[in-house]
């Protein structure tokens, strides 16, 4: 049987959208810039390209760094609380592609690995030049040794070193900052719903942290908090009050969000919401809510394929 261009080329797909979705915070986005590889992949001499894989990152890695001057120009002019594209992961979407290539493909496996795709990381990672996110992502998320990554980036390994010094730095040291999903925190998050859609403010107050926090992302085009709601209380009031009227209609569905413990909203066959809870000693102490239906198109297909 023969190989085509595109045979060849799916192998590597899911470790590249891996690899742009990091950089760009945008599942879109990411699968613009891997369609993009796949053109300059199937017009070359590949009998020049000794290892396609790396070939391919460093191809993806500057189509994306092109992409991250203007994504951060649109993100200063964002209606709101601007957070990733949610990506569904309960199939391993997004799981850590190890490279040099031949080690093959796994899903997230430790609480470090789900860290990494989670949209609190990603919301880090802003913070970053594009320069520094793509030495800190080359590094953290897929391996790359510094001279590696200097070979990607065209930069010194010295120079590698010292971006990826300030990245940490910026960042914060890598470490697993929320617990992995588990049938424990599925309970938590229906529990918490329940309350919501019943207006139990008590039974609200029970499941937050003190010092929870709340982020909506509607980006203008529907209603949403624009602004972070800070403290347990003030959370379970602001749900109490408008949980009864508006759930009327809504169905809840749990679902991994990327690698954490989330769910999906939906409105007969519309997803209208995706939200991802963080969670630290049987309390949640987090919930990022997309609810801008621009960002839940990738999703919709993810979830309409499973």
């Known amino acids: 049987m023969t190989t085509t261009i595109a045979d060849e080329f799916e192998v590597h797909r899911p470790r590249l959208f891996s690899l742009a979705y990091r950089l760009l915070g945008?599942?879109?986005?990411?699968?613009?810039?891997v369609q993009d590889a796949y053109l300059?992949?199937?017009?070359?001499?590949?009998?020049?390209i000794e290892h396609p894989a790396a070939w391919l990152a460093k191809v993806v890695t500057n189509l994306c760094l092109n992409r991250l001057t203007s994504a951060r120009a649109r993100r200063e002019r964002y209606v709101g609380t601007w957070l990733p594209e949610p990506v569904v992961t309960?199939?391993?979407?997004?799981g850590p592609p190890p490279l040099p290539e031949g080690r093959g493909w796994c899903p997230q496996e430790s609480a470090e690995q789900r860290d990494a795709v989670s949209m609190a990381m990603l919301v880090l990672l802003e913070r970053l030049t594009p320069t520094e996110r793509a030495v800190y992502v080359l590094r953290e998320a897929f391996g790359y040794g510094h001279r590696e990554i200097a070979g990607v980036l065209d930069l010194s390994?010295?120079?590698?070193?010292?971006?990826?010094r300030r990245a940490v730095r910026r960042v914060g040291e890598p470490q697993a900052r929320f617990e992995p999903a588990s049938e424990q925190q599925e309970e938590l998050v229906a529990s918490f719903i329940t309350a919501a859609r019943e207006g139990d403010l008590a039974g609200l107050e029970?499941?937050?942290?003190?010092?929870a926090t709340w982020w909506s992302d509607g980006g203008g085009k529907v209603t949403a908090a624009r602004w972070p709601i800070?403290?347990?209380?003030?959370?379970?009031?602001?749900?109490?009050?408008?949980?009864?009227?508006?759930?009327?209609?809504?169905?809840?569905?749990?679902?991994?969000?990327?690698?954490?413990?989330?769910?999906?909203t939906w409105a007969g066959d519309t997803l209208v919401g995706l939200a991802a809870f963080e969670v630290r000693d049987g309390l949640v102490t987090g919930v990022r809510a997309v609810?801008?239906?621009?960002?839940?198109?990738?999703?919709?297909?993810?979830?309409?394929?499973?």
Do not use: M, W
Request: charged share 25%; proline share 5%.
């Open 26 to 33: 945008s599942a879109e986005e990411a699968e613009d810039a």
């Open 40 to 48: 300059r992949y199937s017009g070359a001499d590949r009998a020049g």
């Open 90 to 94: 309960g199939d391993g979407a997004l």
């Open 157 to 164: 390994e010295a120079n590698c070193r010292q971006v990826y």
């Open 206 to 211: 029970k499941l937050l942290a003190a010092d």
């Open 230 to 264: 800070e403290g347990g209380p003030r959370i379970a009031h602001f749900l109490a009050g408008g949980g009864p009227k508006f759930s009327v209609g809504l169905d809840f569905v749990p679902v991994e969000v990327n690698g954490a413990t989330g769910l999906a």
């Open 291 to 306: 609810v801008n239906p621009e960002k839940l198109a990738f999703a919709r297909r993810q979830l309409a394929r499973s």
